[in-house]
C-alpha cells in the first residue's frame, strides 16, 4: 500500500488517540487500521520526512497535530475493498 493512501489515516487515528489520552504505537495503529506492519512503519517514515510526526515518539507536530484534525470530519475511502463471496449451490 502506498504511503499517500494511508498518510491520512494515520493522521487520522493518530489524533484520535492523542485527543482520547491515548499513546499510539505501531502494534495499535496496524490493529486499527487492519494494514501490514511495514505499510504503517513506511507511513509513518514518510510523514515523519514531511514533518507531520516524530517518528522516534509517535506523536504528531502541530502541523500534523493541524492536519489530522481537519480530517475528523471527513469520511475517508476504504483501505481495502470488500470481497463479496458468493455460495455455491450444491
Do not use: I, W
Not at 6 to 16: E, N, R
Not at 26 to 33: C, N, R
Not at 51 to 66: C, E, N, P, S, V
Amino acid at each position: 500500500m502506498e504511503p499517500k493512501t494511508l498518510a491520512p489515516h494515520v493522521l487520522k487515528a493518530l489524533v484520535q488517540s492523542q485527543m482520547n489520552g491515548r499513546r499510539a504505537t505501531l502494534q495499535t495503529l496496524v490493529d486499527d487500521l487492519f494494514v501490514r506492519r511495514a505499510d504503517v512503519r513506511a507511513t509513518v517514515n514518510a510523514l515523519h520526512a514531511e514533518g507531520y510526526l516524530d517518528a522516534t515518539r509517535l506523536r504528531l507536530t502541530m502541523m500534523g497535530f493541524a492536519h489530522g484534525v481537519s480530517l475528523l470530519d471527513v469520511e475517508l475511502p476504504a483501505l481495502r475493498r470488500l470481497r463479496l463471496v458468493t455460495a455455491c449451490a450444491a
